[in-house]
C-alpha cells in the first residue's frame, strides 16, 4: 500500500469499502467464501553453535574476532491462501524465487482441489479470491 495516497485514491477507496460492506449487509455469508492469498518474504540464516565458533589458540593468545553474519544472506518466499476456517495452501519457493504466471496458475488450479478436500462438509456458494 502507498504510503501517500491522492484524493482520488482516497475516494476510490472509500467507494470501494462501502460496495463491500453494503455486499455483506445483504448476504451475511459472504465472508465465508472469500480465499484470502498473501505472501511475505523469509530471511533464513543459519546460526552458528558453539561448537562452530571454537577456534584453537596458545593461552597468551587472543581469539580472533569472527566477522558477523550477514542475517539477511537468503530469502525464500511464503505463499499462504486461506478462508475464514484457517490456511488452505502454505508454500515456501525456493530461494530468490518469485511467484511468475506459470507458479501462479498452476497453484490456482490446485487450490479448487484443496478447497474442495478440506472443505467438504460446506454448501460450495462459489467462491471470492482476493489477491493482495
Known amino acids: 500500500m502507498p ?29 465465508e467464501r472469500v480465499i484470502a492469498e498473501d505472501e511475505c518474504w523469509l530471511h533464513v540464516y543459519e546460526e552458528l553453535t558453539s561448537e562452530g565458533r571454537r577456534q584453537w589458540c596458545s593461552i597468551d593468545e587472543p581469539p580472533r574476532p569472527e566477522p558477523h553474519q550477514q542475517l539477511h544472506e537468503k530469502k525464500t518466499m511464503l505463499v499462504f491462501f486461506f478462508d475464514h476456517e484457517g490456511p488452505l495452501i502454505i508454500d515456501f519457493l525456493p530461494q530468490e524465487q518469485t511467484i511468475n504466471s506459470t507458479y501462479y496458475c498452476k497453484r490456482l488450479d490446485n487450490l479448487n482441489k484443496v478447497y474442495l478436500d478440506k472443505r467438504k ?12
Open 3 to 31: 504510503r501517500t495516497l491522492t484524493k482520488t485514491l482516497k475516494r476510490q477507496r472509500c467507494c470501494a469499502s462501502a460496495k463491500n460492506l453494503a455486499l455483506l449487509e445483504r448476504d451475511s455469508s459472504l465472508l
Open 121 to 132: 462438509n460446506q454448501k460450495h456458494l462459489g467462491v471470492h479470491l482476493i489477491h493482495d
